[in-house]
């Protein structure tokens, strides 16, 4: 009797040991491997350039990684993927797709991982292509040709985290993205996007890096990214914008970077007021000739501004006073002409601790020749500091501010300065 029970015992634990993903190759060595790939013991499988033309087979169903980038495949048919239930990773990019057919890769159902990039006979994508996906977290659609997205396409995507589209053919935000609630981090670099509506990303709740880089957007309507409160890098750079809503960035107040440059601005008003936590600003490449007064006054965090190759000819003496974590700004390949109204920054920059690069005058002379005693006498006082640029915070008196040496240390420095050798100057001075 009890010698049948052992051998019954056995007899399952043979069986359950022969269906189990162990027993079927899982971690083993003796795993089937197609021809033209290459096979590791951990169950990664990879085919990469091995031209293929369709899906291999005998792909073992313990695969976990499976590498199927720079093929020949044309088409992926519904379930093509039937047997590998175990799969984490697969990359499909740089082959000939032109069409995934719905439900492709329905038995995918730990797949944490796809890359469908390069793939530029791709245009378009059905409502249930991406069905039984519940647990992937990161897709690449990059280098594509997509122009249209359905509506519900990433309806079956609940954990998704992050998307890359950039360099496909989009001309809008599709509706697609709202229901991507936890998504993260959304690349749609080089499209042809020409507008952000209201609506277009008010429910990407769980955004931190939004990368609209390189499109045609002109027109950005208020509140679209109001929503937005965990965003923390936003770049709009390299497009054609050329004025904002005054409270545009309102709610992204947890903001540490914003990329603005290669755009069609002329001035800078009041548009940053919420970005309470910026800390890097880039505004270069653009047509700014002027800014106003307090445009940055609210950015307490600021510590990188770069104003780059634009029109600008002077700089109000309160614009950096509010901002005390300022540490490099670049300023090259602007037409500064460093008359009396620049004297402020010259006098500024001795106490400067950080570094400013590239301040070079339009008419061939320094800066620091504004501190010389002749032309420092000859410069009047400063205007008196009045808030009519419409911007909030700042100064709240009208008193003249200016944000290092005030007028009279430098009436006493002047008899000192004229025999102090220029080369114990601050290393911050070298570059201008």
Known sequence: MHVSFLLLFLLLLLLSL????????????RLPCPPSCKCSPDAIISCDRAGLRHLPRDIAASTISLNLSNNFLRLLTADAFSNLTYLNNLWLSRNNLTFLYPGAFKSLCNLRVLHLSQ??????????????????????LSHCNLFEIHPFVFSHLPSLEALDLTSNNMRYIPEAFRKLVHLTKLSLERNNIEAIGTDSLKDMVALKDLNLRKNRIWTIQKDAFLRLDRLGVLNLGHNRLSDFPKQLFAGLTRLRTMHLEANHLTGISCPFGSLRSLRKLYLNNNHIASIADSAFSALKELDFLHLNRNNLSRLSSHLFADLPKLRRISLSHNPWECDCSMLWLATWILTYQGLIEGLHCANETSLLSLLDREAFLNCPPPPKFTREDGCDGGHQNGASHLPALSQKLVYALLPWWGSFPFSFLPSNLISL
């Open 18 to 29: 022969l269906t189990s993903p162990l027993g079927s190759g899982r971690g083993s060595s």
């Open 119 to 140: 793939n530029s006979r791709l245009t378009y994508l059905h409502a249930n292509t991406f069905e039984g996906l519940k647990n992937l977290i990161s897709l690449d």
